[in-house]
């Protein structure tokens, strides 16, 4: 029994070395690494840019008074069409006491003075008819009734545009009337009836609609200034609206500062663009969009992806396989790589279409 004990151990034990040795041998080994490979394919690449702005009219006009007051009534509203002339809203003249004042006193003055014109008027005319003074006296007597007159009427004008801001003659002409000044969309009425309006001067005024041209859309946004200077006037660009889905727009790249602007530490340039937009498609002022923008292209050119490259200085370098039994084996090729999108890379010279290029390892399963 003891006898069949210690073989048994002795047995379990040589076992045992063997198996050490076995697992050490076989740990010991190289392991065996395998690649997936790629072949370069014929592509189009391009480099893009992408810039982020609101889409805006061109111009935006600001419809303000002539004359100060209060708002009468106000006709129209913001999302309205309007043509050149339509009225907005009508302003009522508050007047000044003392130019009341003043104008009802120069009424009176210009009656009186008429007055005395006709009365002059009257004796010269019945010296003229009794042939006691010639015809010229008459004349000049004539002139200065009418002077007299026009002076009256004047005087009552400038009277009721004091007190009215308009005179019975001139009502088509109204300043009390805000009119449009173009053709467009109102975008914003941002008064309403009972607010004070100052008349528009150099410095200030009140806005009674802004007016913009819907059909006159441009893209206003920013550019870095690591790309802004591969970007030219003229440019095609790609616009896509987040709130209009799955539309991308045609536009044309026409402006681009001289000055950047610091923001979060990075210099940004201001890009403007043209916006082509259908008839059936309807845009907001204010819109968000990105504009993207091909500062590289080459078409129908030789490439691989970015990550089979092997980048040493200014140069570069693919391995291409020469063998797979029993073992892959490459061969380093140096290459001559052009533009990059970012996912792949120009091949201008070094393989071809049929040489398989090691990617990356395979992972076990």
Known sequence: MKKFLKITLLVV????IIGTFVFLWMKSRPKVVVYETVNAEITDLQKTTVATGKVEPRDEILIKPQISGIIDEVYKEAGQSIRKGEVIA?????PELGQVNSAESRVRLAEINEKQAQTDFDRVEKLFKDKL???EDFEKSEVALKQARVEVQTAKDALEIIKEGITKNSASLSSTLIRSTIDGLILDVPVKAGNSVIMSN???????ATVANMNDLIFKGKIDETEVGRIHEGMPVKLTIGAL???????????ISPKGVEENGANQFEIKAAVSVPDSVQIRSGYSANAEIVLQRAQQTLAVP???I???GDSTFVYVMTDSVPEQKFQRKPVTAGMSDGIKIEIKSGV????????AEKKDK
């Open 133 to 135: 003074i010639s015809r």
């Open 90 to 94: 009508k302003v009522k003249v508050i």
């Open 245 to 255: 889905q799955n539309l991308t727009f045609d536009a044309k790249l026409e402006y």
């Open 13 to 16: 034990l040589t076992a045992g």
């Open 352 to 359: 071809t279409a049929k040489d398989k290029i090691r990617g």
């Open 202 to 208: 150099t410095f200030n005024g009140t806005t009674i």
């Open 310 to 312: 092997e980048f040493s």
């Open 306 to 308: 970015e990550s089979v």
